[in-house]
């Protein structure tokens, strides 16, 4: 089992830059890449940015390439997403993803961003 805490989330202004954390816990040996999703209420889940624990790979969704960067602190199994030029469009709960190379996927109670204009 992997368990993930997610951290950093707030409230901030339009332009503002925010940074992200999730901290994985349990059984991390396992972890093939982590990532970020984001949830309105009432909309789907949305992917935005990957990353591997191994290769260095990332993966980001068109709507934030250029604005978001996803990092990771392997020692400390941690990864990080900064997000720079915030806008109101990015109010969400933001969602931290592990997927093993098992397949079995885990994810943490996400942390709130609030973007006033």
């Known amino acids: ?5 997610e951290s950093g989330g707030g409230l901030v202004h ?3 830059s925010l940074q992200l954390s999730c901290a994985a816990s ?5 972890i093939d890449h ?3 999703y984001r949830q309105a209420p009432g909309k789907e889940r949305e992917f ?4 591997t624990m191994s290769g260095d790979t990332t993966e980001y969704a068109d709507s934030v390439k250029g604005r978001i960067t996803i ?3 392997t020692a400390k199994d ?4 900064l997000m720079n030029s915030l806008t109101p469009r990015d109010t969400t709960i933001y969602l931290c993803n592990a997927v093993a190379y098992s397949g079995n996927t885990y994810w ?9 204009s």
């Open 1 to 5: 089992q992997v368990q993930l805490v």
């Open 14 to 16: 339009a332009g503002d």
């Open 26 to 30: 349990g059984r991390t040996v396992s």
């Open 34 to 36: 982590m990532g970020w």
């Open 48 to 51: 935005v940015a990957g990353i």
């Open 71 to 73: 990092s990771r602190d």
């Open 78 to 81: 941690t990864v990080f997403l």
């Open 108 to 116: 943490g109670q996400g942390t709130q961003v609030t973007v006033s």
